[in-house]
Every structure is written in structure tokens, then in C-alpha cells.
């Protein structure tokens, strides 16, 4: 994202993310991060993510790098390093899916980024774990999403 563009609000970065996950989980029955959310105020919020936006050193043995490629100014992003992004982790949706949510949330306001995110899943979870079947769109389809899930995805939250 910040390589897109190269300061963005803190706000923007973890909503891009839920909607991607989300977009992304109803189209091709898979998150892309399968972040823990938590039903925040002003919406869900992908734990895991959000402690490495804030510089969190926990996670920096587990992505095998020495330091974050950006630094939390306030409540803003800044991208820090000329080093491009590995996105060889990343399919083609992933990476559609991330563009088609960043521009999404990129033209929003920060009160219609919290309104669009307080929908049924973030309700259920009651300023708790948001559970990701809660996150698929009802359809003929959800109890076998939702199946193929709980045998497919041994570290989503469902």
C-alpha cells in the first residue's frame, strides 16, 4: 500500500485490509491475511497487522527482516525504505483484491470507512474476535464455504 502511496492513515491502511479480506474471502472462499479481527469502535481491526503498523518487534522474526519498511508518525504511515515490497507470498487476486480495497478506501471519509464497516460481522462480534463465517455474504453457498473453511483453514478464526 504504501508503495502506492507512500503515507496513508492509519485508519485507511487496517480497513483496506478488512475489506480485502473480506472481498477476497467471498470471491475465492479464502482471506488473504486471515488477520484476527476485533470489533473495534470505528470498526474491525486486523490485531496482528495493526501491532506491526505500530513497529510491534515480535513480528519482525517472523517476516525474517531487521526492520518494518515504515514508521508510525501520529496516526499516519510513512513508508521509510526505497526497498520494494515481496509480494511473492501474494497471488493475483490477493494483490487485485488489496488495489480494488485500497482505492475503495482511499475515496472514502473516515466516517464512511467506519459506517462501511459496521455491518452484520463487526455487529455479531459485539466489540469482540470477529469470526469469519460471519464475514461470508449469505448465499445458497455459505454452509459450504463455511465448511470448506473449518477443514481448509486450520488458522482462521471461525
Known amino acids: 500500500m504504501l508503495e502506492q502511496v507512500p503515507r496513508l ?4 491502511v487496517l480497513k483496506t485490509c478488512y475489506f480485502a479480506d473480506k472481498d477476497h474471502l467471498n470471491e475465492h ?7 484476527t479481527y476485533r470489533a473495534m469502535r470505528f470498526g474491525p481491526v486486523p490485531v496482528e497487522i495493526y ?24 496516526r499516519h504511515l510513512q513508508r521509510v525504505s526505497n526497498t520494494a515490497a515481496d509480494l511473492s507470498e501474494l497471488s493475483k487476486s490477493d494483490v487485485v483484491a488489496l488495489e480494488a480495497a485500497l482505492s475503495r ?12 464497516t459496521h455491518g452484520r460481522d463487526w455487529q455479531a462480534a459485539n466489540m469482540g474476535v470477529m469470526c469469519y463465517e460471519d ?5 445458497d453457498t455459505k454452509d459450504e464455504t463455511v465448511e470448506y473453511l473449518r477443514e481448509a483453514g486450520r488458522f482462521i478464526r471461525l
Not at 501491532?51 to 501520529?74: A, C, F, H, N, Q
Not at 464475514?135 to 448465499?139: A, F, G, K, L, N
Open 9 to 12: 492513515d492509519l485508519q485507511t
Open 29 to 35: 472462499r479464502r482471506p488473504i491475511f486471515g488477520a
Open 51 to 74: 501491532e506491526m503498523t505500530k513497529g510491534d518487534p515480535i513480528w519482525l522474526s517472523e517476516l525474517d527482516v531487521d526492520s518494518y519498511p515504515w514508521r508510525l508518525d501520529g
Open 135 to 139: 464475514m461470508i455474504d449469505e448465499s
Open 105 to 116: 478506501c482511499s475515496n472514502m471519509t473516515f466516517n464512511e470507512r467506519t459506517a462501511a
